[in-house]
């Protein structure tokens, strides 16, 4: 979509809001629809090639408003309000453009600080005591866990998060494995003792057969394996667990087996990238993030499982308030994971998909790839450069090593090149470890990334390297 | 903010982020700021009055813009991409628009229908086998902790939700609390079976006196009580438990005192209201939601905390391809909650408080409890209605009794009634049970909604029962 395209339907949106928000009771609060109706009406496939604006805008009137359920109805006095308001969403606009991921300080200074600001402006507005902190959280549902998870450590000397509970239940996962995981094993009271880190290869990736002899070993000491994470691209360097030998494992103890594919799933929408998920036929679970490298902002991950009963077995709650006289026929999303409330974020996956086409998407992650091999391709040649890892998609990991400098002087001086090559502010790379190496990660996966970019940053790195 | 405001400020938005996305490189990728530079910039109390958006929008390039780490930057190579798109900034625009919160089918069938489509596509694009269901979570976090809670209940016979760990830890809340209270004790790992209910009196308020023989109970037969959850404002009748009586009882037997005040909290900004969180001294957290009654689009949830080391202590990871040389100086918010990726939430809600100021915001709610009042006296005027709790905020709880229908046949009217009620499209309510009764629910809270749209509903709900 060029920039014309763009502005253009941001004002017809932007008017169209207008109207809407004037006008919402011109529409039935409440659709009158059936189950199915709906999906009925949208393609069971992917477009192929990049669709007009025009039709998907159209299509958003003809197919979806019709079904939608109108929260900012004045006739509203349903469930609860969920009433917003003209700056909010010239707010939620502004986030989606900046498309900045607030996890640390270092991510987003300002959004940080701003929300220490403001959510003390809501301690203020409501009264709570002075030395109360705020932070946001998505919805009440997470809070209450997140106060429920917190009361509990407390209430163990925070050694729940450690023991776990008994049945003692086992979890498997490479020793590269996402941070992430470690959390969830402990939030979730399995213990991080729990937690068995499985060796992995030279390449880091997780070795099958000593994923097999930990849970044969755990079975014959009287515990219960759970739980096995493969990774198809880790965090550090996009390192492949291997998942065909790796499900038989879990098929033959039978385990569940998810697999965390959130950065390097996208890359199997490529014919020559599709061996990355070779073995899915076993899998329980799989999650890759479009908001990561499919063009969709923030926030949207992507869940799969085979058996959803057993998924919303897990999760479903049913109270009187929520019942509907629908419930038997339809998806109803909220037994799908930990929230209540949740977003309408399909809507913008659907524009990204309709109007890049799956052939735009692929041309993307294609091209990506291949300015990650390129620059790859420097370093090798460079003489005083070297990679730390195979370069599976997007991500090179290397250092600066002249090959005559002592390997205990490297991390240092590779610590000091990358604060010298993020001072440019022409390019921001960060770090990682890899065989207790100091390891600089160059992540290639931005929109407007060009090869010019990725030159210019090689040149930059250089250019820190010599001085 | 009337319409041809947020017009002009909507297309100016558009032509910044269509200028923004094209000259990201014009800005260092990331900002050469001070940890506290930003926060000293802005006030430390929120508006009383209404603030012009011209102000704002300046402040947000004088204050904002310099303190942000620019991930849409074509230079931005670090940890991993989370790029956007401009189709995918038009999705989320409407999204915002419509405001639709999509928990289930029925408060949206078409967002629930169009995930199950795009999901489907990307197993398609990704070549996931053909039985596998996908939905939309908000990061791999908590797909990940989503999936290590499935395996866990899948290995224990789903067995471990209601029985949860050892020692055997125990929560309490009154019966009348949020069904996400349940949903928390068991992915929590605690177990239904540890949830106690306590009782509540007329007014479907927690008796604190059941609660603390509760805790003296359960210590006497060698439980630990963990955490109490008390609710301001419950789903069903937004009942008031007693906040300073159960302060005093966890205080007492030292237990975590959470609160979940998620749709009413945001009453108490108003001063002849404060009085529903007098007690606040005695809590350890509290949850209210913006989004449900501030104006802020969904999602942002308000979380405090009395003291952030115990919540940090709980939730914090730190692998080596996430720590930076300003750790100990900031807060990094998502060692604050579950997940990992985190959206710039506080921007709307800058937005909205700045925009309304404190005194817009009182307004609307103080405008909202007066017309749940009208509409209450009403109900107790008419003879044939009647209320069924105290209207202690903006919901209406009552029914239809003529005092002559025999009881056992008043829940299937008032089910019926509720059913012509929604059949208008022109209104919407839902229902709940309050001690086992039918119950019908008229919640005011939409921004838009004016006397007459109250007086309207009530019209139709006199209609619909004479029929």
Redesign the interface.
Known sequence: ?D?E???K???E??????D???N??QY??????S?????AK?????PAESED?QA?WQD?HE???????????????????????????????????????????????????????????????????E??????????????????????????G?K??ED????V?R?YASSEA????????K????GRDNLRYIDTDENYAMKPEKLDEAISGDLEAGF????V?ATIGT??STAIDPLPEIGRVCRKHGV?L?V????V??A??LEEK?EL?AG??Y????????????????????????N?S??I???S??????R?S??AQ?????D?????????????????????G?RG?QDMVRNHISMARWFAGKVIESGNFELLAPVSASLVCFRWNDGKTPETELDKINRQLLARI?ES?????????LSDRYTL??????????RA?VE??WKIIKAAAVR
Not at 134 to 151: R, Y
Not at 164 to 167: D, S
Not at 178 to 185: A, L, N, P, Y
Not at 224 to 227: E, I
């Open positions: 979509m920039k395209t763009f502005r339907y941001g004002y949106i932007v008017d169209w809001i207008a809407y928000l004037e919402t009771s039935p609060v409440k659709p009158a629809v189950p199915g109706e709906i999906k949208l393609p069971e496939e992917p604006m998907i958003f197919i979806i408003l019709p079904g939608i359920t109108h929260w900012q109805h004045p006739g509203w006095f349903a469930y609860f309000p969920a009433n917003n308001s003209p700056p909010s969403v010239l707010g939620e606009l502004l986030t989606a453009g900046i498309g900045a991921q607030c996890m640390s300080w270092e991510t987003s200074p300002a959004a940080t600080e701003l929300e220490e600001v403001v959510t003390d402006w809501l301690r203020q507005m409501i009264g709570l005591p030395g109360m902190k705020g932070v946001i959280q998505d919805t009440a549902s997470t809070a209450t866990l997140t106060a429920l998870l917190t009361a509990r450590e407390v209430a163990t925070f729940s998060n776990g509970m008994k049945p239940l979890v996402h941070s992430s995981i470690e959390k969830g094993v939030l979730a009271g399995y219960r394996p759970a739980c994470i965090t550090s569940w998810h965390d594919a959130a950065m799933g996208t199997a929408i599709r998920l899915s036929g899998v329980d679970s799989l999650v890759f993030n479009p908001h990561k490298w499919m063009l969709t902002n923030f926030d949207c991950s992507a869940y799969f499982v085979s959803p057993h998924l077995n897990t999760m709650i049913s109270p009187e308030y929520l509907t629908k419930d339809v998806n109803n999303y909220r799908w994971g930990i929230q209540l409330g949740r977003r309408f974020r399909a809507l913008k996956l659907w524009f990204v998909i309709r109007s890049y799956v998407l993020n502010g022409e390019v921001y790379l960060t770090h990682t470890l990660r160059m992540s290639v996966g931005q929109r407007t990334t060009t970019d210019k940053a």
